[in-house]
């Protein structure tokens, strides 16, 4: 089991190697005001320290090797989600102010990866096929919606973000891959959501078809995604009232387009 915090000396650790990422992003651009989208924040969740192997404190978990940034393209594919952060977010501003470009965000709202519709993810990405061939990363957004029914199990969605991974890798192989984790507080769903979770990070450690992923549930809540706390809230993270997964407003979605921005910015920056 994965454990999600660091003792004092990591967190230190972890900080100092995030303000230097943050300080060559802001060289290399030029752009003062970019601390506001790759804030402290949403640093803490690019993956630094956030994962660790409990018999190795304060070291992160090796997880799968990005390739190294062939350029700043950049593909989103995803839900309900990623509807809100690209409309409301402004997820290409927020890309285009740090040097990077969304080509495409392509979301089907209430769908999944493999739910055998055309608008299902892995349609999906066959038919974003030219756009992910210019891509230098591409992210799934897909997770809160069901297959059939609610209950999946950790393997199950494993085994759906690898094939989905699998079809971006024959398509670019030389794309970093990210995929978001899911970030809700909504407690009938909480259980499925972990398990998801714990899935999607299982998943992420693959060599062949491996992605990075984006703690978006840590950012938003600093708790362990495996294991979702409903009790956790965050006053700037207000889930809507029916199904405790989308932000209110679009304060929150630029929040959530904040932790996307840094976290890719974060894994290129360190090549």
């Known amino acids: ?24 992003l802001l060289k290399k651009y030029q752009r003062p005001a970019a601390a506001v989208v790759l804030s402290a924040a949403a640093l803490s969740a690019t993956g630094c320290g956030i994962l660790q192997a409990p018999d190795k404190p304060n070291h992160p978990v090796e997880h799968y090797q990005q390739p190294k940034l062939k350029n700043h ?54 038919r974003d096929a030219n756009a992910i061939r210019h891509a230098g990363v591409v992210i799934l ?14 393997q199950d969605f494993e ?14 192989p030389n794309a970093q891959r990210f995929m978001v984790d899911i970030a809700v507080d909504y407690k009938p769903y909480s259980a499925n959501y972990s398990l998801r979770n714990k899935g999607m990070y299982a998943g992420s450690t693959n060599k062949q078809f491996g992605y990075g992923v984006i703690p978006m549930y840590y950012a938003m ?21 029916r199904y405790h997964v989308h932000a209110q407003d679009p304060a929150g979605w630029r929040s959530e387009a904040h932790t996307i921005v840094a976290s890719v910015a974060s894994a290129g920056s360190a090549k």
């Open 1 to 24: 089991m994965h454990k999600y915090r660091l003792g004092r000396l990591g967190k230190q650790k972890c900080m100092s190697e995030q303000r230097s990422v943050m300080n060559r």
């Open 73 to 126: 393209n950049v593909v989103i594919i995803g839900d309900s989600e990623t509807e809100g952060v690209t409309l409301e977010g402004n997820l290409a501003g927020q890309f285009k102010y740090i040097g990077y470009n969304l080509i495409k965000a392509d979301f089907a709202v209430g769908h999944s990866l493999t739910d055998g519709t055309p608008d299902s993810g892995v349609k999906m990405i066959a």
């Open 141 to 154: 957004q897909m997770g809160t919606n069901p297959r059939g029914d609610m209950r999946v199990s950790a």
């Open 159 to 172: 085994d759906q973000a690898l094939f989905a991974n699998k079809l971006i890798h024959d398509i670019n």
């Open 221 to 241: 809540y600093h708790g362990n995604p495996e294991h979702i706390d409903p009790s956790l809230s965050n006053p700037s993270i207000d889930s809507d009232w």
